[in-house]
């Protein structure tokens, strides 16, 4: 099955600078990239997604990369602020097919310093 | 538009007991999948039911199962509990996932402890 590996498990960054963080995965069939932030006691939130038709996508401060070449896909927060505070989830899947269960990677830590 | 409602939010029980989890999706959506999260394994799926049929299945043993109502509201059942089953349990809703769009959308869990 799927495989999908998560870097870095913590992140700390002052208020204002920009985040990144890195998945790769393994089946090259998955087509459909998630990113989730889960807050303390909450279930996770999705913020943004991409499909592999496409290379970026922006919304506001965030934006999403995706590779298929390199099998790899990263999250960028830029002007960051304390309440982007949460774990981030990076999540693979096979879109389109009864196959769409979601493989997640372990998880970032982003802790924004004000 | 509410969104994926979970209920109980919160759960204690002891060993060699069962549990009972609810799930209600997103008004419209028809499929609905559940996983496990723990700090040890992170975030593993379950099972995903679409229209009352289990389409999808984890690598999880015989003792969780589930199902789906007509109105596609899900339960999912753990019997004879152990102590490695403590984890918050997320419900997760979407259109279909067959359908091109595979938008998953998460309630806030019920967290299970056993003792």
């Known amino acids: 099955g799927e495989n999908v590996e998560q870097h870095p498990s913590t992140l700390s960054v002052q208020e204002g600078d920009s985040a990144v963080i890195k998945c790769t995965y393994s089946d090259s069939a998955s087509n459909y990239f998630p990113w989730y932030k889960q807050e303390l006691g909450k279930g996770p939130q999705l913020i943004i997604d991409?499909?592999?038709?496409?290379g970026e996508k922006k919304d506001q401060r965030i934006a999403v990369t995706l590779n298929k070449t390199a099998k790899h896909f990263s999250l960028h927060i830029t002007e960051t602020q304390p309440e982007d505070s949460a774990v981030y989830f990076c999540a693979a899947s096979i879109m389109g097919s009864t196959l769409g269960r979601l493989y997640f990677g372990r998880g970032t830590q982003l802790t924004v310093w004000p | 538009k509410a969104g994926v409602t979970q209920t109980p939010r919160y759960l204690i029980k002891t060993r060699g007991q069962q549990v009972t989890l609810s799930c209600s999706p997103i008004?419209?959506?028809?499929?609905v999948s559940w996983y496990q999260q723990t700090p040890g394994q992170g975030l593993q799926f379950l099972f995903e039911y679409f229209s009352e049929t289990q389409r999808n299945k984890g690598n999880f043993p015989g003792r969780f199962s589930g199902r789906q109502f007509s109105n596609s509201r899900s339960e999912m059942n753990v019997s004879t509990l152990e102590l490695g089953d403590s984890a918050l349990y997320l419900c997760?809703?979407?259109?279909?996932?067959?359908?091109?769009?595979?938008?998953?959308?998460f309630g806030p869990g019920t967290r299970l402890t056993v003792l």
């Open positions: 997760a809703s979407s259109w279909t996932v067959s359908s091109g769009n595979n938008e998953q959308f």
């Open positions: 008004s419209g959506h028809r499929s």
């Open positions: 991409i499909r592999s038709n496409v």
